[in-house]
C-alpha cells in the first residue's frame, strides 16, 4: 500500500510552511551552514547554493512525488523570511506511520518557531491525513532538538545505540564524524492532547488555523 501527500501549504497564527521555491535557494544555502546544522545532520559541508538548488528543484518535490514524505519551508508569517524546514520521511503508508525532522535558522531560534510548526505537521498528519503515529530521532547530546520533542508531547521509547554520525569541530578546526547514539521519540493522535493550549500558553501563539 503505498499512497503521496497533497502539496499543500499549512498556515498557523505565525508560520507558514508551504513548499519550497527557487527563491528561497539563498537563505536556505546560509541556514544549512550553520554550525548546529552542521553538526547535528548530514547535510554536505560547506552547503552551497547549487546543493540548495538541488534540494529544492529536485530532491523535495520527489519526497512527495515518490510517496516518501512531504517537505515543507518553514516561513514567517508577516516577513515571508525562511524559519526553517520541516521533513515527512520515510513514510509507511500501510502502517500510516511517518518520521519527522526539522531545521530552524540560528536567527529564528528561541521563539518556539519549531514546536509551533512540528505540532502543526502533526495535526495535520493525524487529523487530515489519518495517520497513526509520528517518529522523531535525535542525537543523544541533541537537547535542542528534544526538548522540540517533549514540547509537542512526544514519549521516548528508547535508545538507538552508536546509531547517528554526528560532527564536531577538531582542535585545529577542521569538522570531524562521531559516533553517538539515537534517542527515539512517537507522537500518537491520543498524545496531542491539551499540548496546543500548552504551548499556547508558554510560546504566545495558537494553534495551526487551516490547511489548503
Aim: charged share 25%.
Amino acid at each position: 500500500m503505498s499512497g503521496t501527500f497533497p502539496n499543500i501549504s499549512i498556515s498557523t497564527e505565525r508560520l507558514v510552511l508551504r513548499p519550497f521555491e527557487e527563491a528561497d535557494v539563498e537563505s536556505f544555502a546560509a541556514m544549512m551552514n550553520d554550525e548546529q546544522v552542521t553538526a547535528w545532520t548530514s547535510a554536505p559541508q560547506p552547503y552551497t547554493e547549487a546543493h540548495a538548488r538541488d534540494w529544492i528543484t529536485r530532491i523535495a518535490p520527489a519526497e512527495r512525488s515518490e510517496g516518501r514524505g512531504i517537505v515543507f519551508a518553514v516561513t514567517e508569517f508577516l516577513t515571508q523570511r525562511l524559519v526553517g524546514i520541516v521533513h515527512l520521511q520515510n513514510t509507511n503508508w500501510r502502517v500510516r506511520a511517518s518520521e519527522l525532522a526539522y531545521v530552524v535558522a540560528p536567527w529564528a531560534r528561541g521563539e518556539g518557531y519549531a514546536s509551533e510548526a512540528a505540532l502543526a505537521t502533526a495535526q495535520w498528519l493525524f487529523h487530515d491525513q489519518k495517520f497513526e503515529r509520528l517518529e522523531l530521532r535525535t542525537a543523544a547530546d541533541n537537547t535542542a532538538s528534544q526538548q522540540v520533542a517533549q514540547k509537542i508531547g512526544c514519549i521516548s521509547e528508547g535508545v538507538l545505540r552508536n546509531a547517528w554520525i554526528a560532527r564536531a569541530r577538531t582542535g585545529d578546526g577542521e569538522w570531524t564524524d562521531v559516533r553517538t547514539d539515537v534517542i527515539v521519540w512517537s507522537l500518537l493522535p491520543e498524545d496531542l492532547a491539551g499540548i496546543a493550549e500548552q504551548l499556547a500558553d508558554a510560546d504566545g501563539f495558537t494553534s495551526y488555523s487551516d490547511w489548503n
